[in-house]
């Protein structure tokens, strides 16, 4: 039997999904015309990845939810982890989230803070 909520969760799907899906659409249509080399590319790069570094220094510094219950000495030294791992195992994200979630885990179990 169908259910009968099944538009709300049609809506929900479309809403969500054809904002992201236009810009998808025209990011692979207009990407396909430009160099990597091009002043436009390292423009676009730059800027994404300020917004990461952004939203990563937010995370640590103003976290919300269960991680605002941690001290900022565990988020920076996780981070710290992270970046460490990542540049010694550039290919391997991996590696580095487990590294800073080890980081943060010791350090808030044992109740260590560094300032």
């Not at 479309?14 to 080399?37: H, N, Q, S």
């Not at 790069?45 to 219950?69: E, F, K, W, Y």
């Not at 565990?74 to 989230?97: D, G, K, Q, T, W």
């Amino acid at each position: 039997m169908i259910d009968p909520d099944i538009n709300i969760y049609l809506l929900i799907f479309l809403v969500g999904c054809l904002p992201t899906a236009i810009w998808r659409f025209l990011g692979v249509y207009f990407g396909e015309k430009i160099t990597e080399d091009s002043e436009v590319f390292i423009w676009v790069r730059a800027v994404a990845t300020a917004l990461i570094a952004a939203l990563v220094m937010r995370i640590v510094i103003a976290p919300t939810g269960l991680l605002a219950q941690t001290a900022l000495s565990s988020r920076v030294l996780a981070l710290a982890a992270a970046v460490v791992i990542f540049a010694l195992m550039r290919p391997r994200f991996s590696y580095s989230l487990i590294a800073s979630l080890a980081t943060l885990y010791v350090l808030e179990a044992t109740g260590i803070r560094l300032f």
